[in-house]
């Protein structure tokens, strides 16, 4: 079956460290594979997207790379601010527009 | 600049009363997929339309819950009769061809007392 297994939070960090959430998944074929991004009180905006293997997809610092030998698509930033406290959702989209989400991963960001 | 838009954002009612909730895509998506957040379950995928008939509405209790597209530009999500735990934000996404990502409404927040 298809599914996605990321990170539990919650996670906290300080202002300007290092971030990386994990994201594995299961797929039947080839999955294209996006991470999203929650702020309170609003809906799931696109981060980043990678469609085939070894494509790192990035957007605002944000970095992940479709690793097919390791089914994972992993993400990071270098220095995480107040503002990228959110929660994050890796997800996998297969033929047909169908997608899978994982359960979010909430980052809090302190000064 | 192109968003889903969903109507009501916020809902109260009482249990037992018929909720509806619209979400109006992106023109020219041909997806378009309910999901249900709750803190305890996440996001859950309750249904799935694609040129408007439903693909997969596997997730979405059946005996309570309807959802359907009459047009192009609208799709609806009803509840009836509500029950407490119906309480949850429900978002509406849409897509269009294939790969391309699924783009999120700002979601109705359902309060079920």
């Known amino acids: 079956g298809n599914s996605v297994t990321q990170m539990e939070g919650p996670v906290t960090l300080s202002e300007e460290a290092f971030l990386t959430i994990n994201c594995t998944y299961t797929?039947?074929?080839?999955?294209?594979l996006f991470w999203y991004v929650q702020y309170p009180g609003e809906g799931l905006q696109l981060l980043l997207k990678a469609t085939k293997a070894d494509d790192k997809g990035s957007n605002k610092g944000f970095e992940a790379t479709y690793r097919k030998e390791t089914t994972s698509f992993h993400l990071e930033k270098g220095s995480v601010q107040v503002s990228d406290s959110a929660v994050y959702f890796c997800?996998?989209?297969?033929?047909?527009?169908?997608?899978?989400f994982g359960t979010g991963t909430s980052l809090t960001v302190i000064p | 600049d192109a968003r889903v838009t969903q109507t009501p954002r916020h809902k109260v009612t009482e249990m037992g009363q018929e909720v509806t909730m619209r979400c109006q895509p992106i023109l020219g998506h041909n997806t378009v997929f309910w999901y249900r957040q709750t803190m305890m379950q996440g996001l859950e995928l309750l249904a799935y339309?694609?040129?408007?008939?439903?693909?997969?509405d596997s997730g979405m209790p059946k005996d309570r819950f309807s959802a359907e597209m009459p047009d192009a530009t609208l799709a609806t999500l009803k509840i009836q009769p509500s029950e407490p735990r119906d309480s949850a934000v429900y978002f509406c996404a849409s897509g269009g061809r294939q790969d391309t990502e699924a783009f999120f409404g700002q979601g109705t927040r359902l309060t079920v007392v």
């Open positions: 997800a996998l989209m297969i033929t047909g527009n169908q997608f899978y």
């Open positions: 797929a039947t074929g080839y999955p294209s």
């Open positions: 339309f694609r040129n408007r008939a439903p693909l997969d």
